[in-house]
């Protein structure tokens, strides 16, 4: 981008052309750098424009580096210097050794540099240290320049070549730098607050005000330096919980009020030597990166041992000491065999049972999700489902449940003898998708059950958040409504697709665990108390309240994630995450549950990377999830700005996924050619239903390729892209914490690759093929099949002849015996429905995509089913044979069960 350029991209807005101040931050650095390069190649004659596009630069830069320790002010101030005094040589040898450091995160990678002593000159001098960890202490006082000076220094004299944690202190003189800092700033890991701060930040704002978001929801210009620390302190926690906070003050113990206790990890006094700050630091972090389970079973790899047990395949001797598999060794390598063992002692521990560290990884994974109790599974959230539902769900219980849940749910009804009421979600027929259950849809069954004199039947709300396509629940709000109708409610949020969300502010406000505590902490409290009895007073008679009542609500929340899917952690790595009142007294049913699922043989590499995963959040899942979303929204721009690929591509807009009720805060779409970028934090906060932006569907109607088919044939043969989902008109992308801007770089190439090979084949079509394609294309953006609700349940399998739930355990078990069904053809089974024949499904038939039953046992066969089905382009119906049709119970075998 040259200069005019520039220019005319700042005039457009900051806001508008950055979606974080990372994007701005690496900018600035990279044009600063190509800034100086040009000043050198021509030091006796440099354009105006270009050193005021300089001064612009740095200025943006002071601006910006205050939240920085590294590079930092100073530094900016020295190329500052450099570029007065016309030292044009040494400004490109700083512009770009900073850059590179930036660019490749050299710093990281070697600390004892981050102290801007060494500037590395080469590529090939950077050398990973990797028992060393950088990172950053946010210092929070009012102090001078001499002062600052000092600290530094007497902090420096504490650091030791052989620490493991090392770190550069960073200065924030208010409260709002503090705020900025924390939110921006990655690398940092500890908050020091000193009790001498102020509440306005005297650096320019201007330049960073579409970022500053987080200043905007607090109350802080006049309070006292104090209260203004436990508020900051407050606030960290409520944005980046994972950071260690400490305290400096003069106040008395006797004094100090208990909220200061109690919201620091240590408070010291002025008076008291830096060495004991230090070593707490270092101490708080050891504690943190701390691995129990990872780090015993690396201990116990390295024992001698002899083994006399199950497993030859244990210490590799039955692979390295044969002759035909030793290549199986060679592709994994020797640590793998080292630690496989079904040993539970010698410094390991049982899943089933665990005393030791097991028990303490699962502890420490429960702190960083927020949960009151954690567990680890290992086969998968399809089993964590199961465990979940059959240790609260006792046969004939009535479960609220989102009809296009995970297939795990509907199967864990048959295990528990749970009557599933079925709740539809919003269609989207267009893109053959389903969107997510509106409240007034759960809000409307469970009055029902009220009014038929059900309600203490009704035991779980079970719903996805979010779903495959990224819809994601106001759960706070459906909560709150659903705890004022049936206070005792448990809610099972399954959140296979969302680990990644308790890392960062805006969307760990929507999962299961932040606000499970947030509400138990609220209905705690005097005000809502008092809150809640106007609001009863007033009340008009005859209408549903949507606040609970405080005295009656129990928080009984549960929590299933695939940390594999969007954390880093090995296939089947699961977790439950647990917030329930009552769970003391449940915890023997779960645990036998838990049991009754769980492998006594249970792979201790998928409980070590857990473990690692756990740690890795608690360290950098802020800055990984951040990253992940800009790229995302990245991905979404450079799609919709090309001219190539919007022939072909649009990427789905909130508009086209949320109808209009369900967007309080009327935004359409986080991208816009012409507006640019639109912020999350409004509509996250309001909203029914958001979209998590790090779900793409593109929308590849008008290629006149199907989904399945452009996965297989373009995606995934020609250029090994791998995705998961696919409609019949648009595919799935997903970035995660592991996506590089390689990545993105490349699938936008790939596509852009695809679409010119589009071009180049229409050239060479006939008429009649020209023809063929506009048909196809026509069927895949206009002729889209209606997609059906849930019908019902056959009376003989519901218990109630007013309940919607049906008895779905003995139906599929009915199925068992081949003389209770026939196999009927699909356009017989029309014929049949049409003339009023009741038809009912012996088995499950879920059809891949979408992925979730169209029909479950004992569910009456609907005319829009069978049409559904029989317009169904996908290759993978589970249930369902074509050659044989659907599998229906015989009028028979329906008498014979209703007369038992």
Known sequence: MNIAEQIKSDKRGIEKTHFTIAQLRHERWGELKEISEKIKKSPDNVPADLCKRAKVVIQDLATIEVYWAFPGLKRIRHIELLLENQEFNALQQECSAINRQLVSEAFRYNPQDARGVQIFQEEEDIKEKPNQHYFETLFVDNVDETDEHELKEKLDSLREPRDQFVYNPLLARSFEDALLAISFNYTIQVVVIRYDIVPKSLNNLKILAPFISALKNYDYENLEAED????????????????????????????????????????????????????????????????????????????????????PISRGNSIYKSFWIRDFGEFYGKNLFLAETSATTGGLDSLLQPTGPLKKAQEMASKAFGSRNTYFVTNGTSTANKIVQQALVKPGDYILIDRDCHKSHHYSQVLSGGFPIYLDSYPIEKYSMYG?????????KLLYMKSKGQLERVKMLVL??????????????????????????????????????AFTHIYRKRTAMYVARKLRYRYLSKSYREEYKNYIKNLPEGSTPIMPDPEKAVLRVYSTQSTHKTLSSLRQGSMIHIYDEEFPKKKDAFLEAYMTHTSTSANYQILASLDIGRRQVQFEGFEMVEKCIELSMVLRAKINDHDILRKYFDVLTIEDLIPEEHRQSGLKEYYDSAKGWSRLDVPWATDEFVLDPTKINLHIGRTGVDGDTFKNRFLMDKFNIQINKTSRNSVLFMTNIGTTRGSVAYLVSVLLQIAKELDEEAKSWTKTEAKIRENQIKNLCENYPALPDFSRFHDVFRHHPEIPGGDIRSAYYLGYHEENYDFIQLKECIKRVEKGEILVSCTFVIPYPPGFPVLVPGQVVSIEILEFMRVLDVKEIHGYQADLGLQIFTNEALINHKKK
């Open 228 to 311: 203004l620390g436990l508020l900051l302190a407050w606030t960290i926690k409520k944005i980046r919980p994972e950071l260690d906070l400490y305290y400096i003050t003069n106040t008395s113990l006797l004094e100090m009020d208990d909220k200061i206790v109690s919201t620091f990890r240590r408070i010291f006094y002025r008076q008291e030597d830096l060495q004991e700050l230090h070593l707490s630091i270092q101490r708080g972090l050891f504690e943190r990166f701390d691995t129990p389970f990872f780090s015993a079973l690396k201990a116990y790899s390295q024992k001698p041992t002899s083994v006399f047990h199950a497993m």
């Open 436 to 444: 997510a259950v509106p409240l007034q849809e759960i809000k409307e």
């Open 464 to 501: 996805t958040n979010c779903t495959f396509d990224g819809l994601v629940y106001n759960v706070e709000r459906v909560m709150q409504e659903i705890l004022a109708i049936k206070p005792d409610m448990v809610f099972l949020w399954d959140e296979a697709w969302f680990g990644f969300a």
